[in-house]
Nanobody
Framework: QVQLVESGGGLVQAGGSLRLSCEAS????????MGWFRQAPGKEREYAAS????????YYADSVNGRFIISRDNAKNTVYLELYRLRPEDTAVYYC????????????????WGQGAQVTVSS
């Protein structure tokens, strides 16, 4: 089992920035690729970004590419998502997820999920 705990969410004005963290425990963190997803009220869970086990490969949804940055620190068992130039439409609960061999955009490919962190962007 891998336990994931997100932190760093909050309320920010449009144009602002936040950094989300997701700390993992339970298994060897560097064995897993990591992803960030988000879910707005009334909408399906949406892929945002993912990163391979070593951190040298990153992937982004078109909607966040150029504004969000995913990174990881395997020594700290933590994956990060930096959110820049935030927009009201970025408001959602953000989830991190772990996958043994998958860095794709489908939620079904990820085995473990955190509880989520709320990000609210005011206009």
């Amino acid at each position: 089992q891998v336990q994931l705990v997100e932190s760093g969410g909050g309320l920010v004005q449009a144009g602002g920035s936040l950094r989300l963290s997701c700390e993992a425990s339970g298994r060897t963190f560097s064995d897993y690729a990591m992803g960030w997803f988000r879910q707005a009220p009334g909408k399906e869970r949406e892929y945002a970004a993912s990163i391979n086990w070593s951190g040298d490969m990153t992937y982004y949804a078109d909607s966040v590419n150029g504004r969000f940055i995913i990174s990881r620190d395997n020594a700290k068992n933590t994956v990060y998502l930096e959110l820049y130039r935030l927009r009201p439409e970025d408001t959602a609960v953000y989830y991190c997820a772990a996958a043994r061999y998958y860095t794709g955009s489908g939620p079904g490919g990820y085995e473990y999920w955190g509880q989520g962190a709320q990000v609210t962007v005011s206009s």
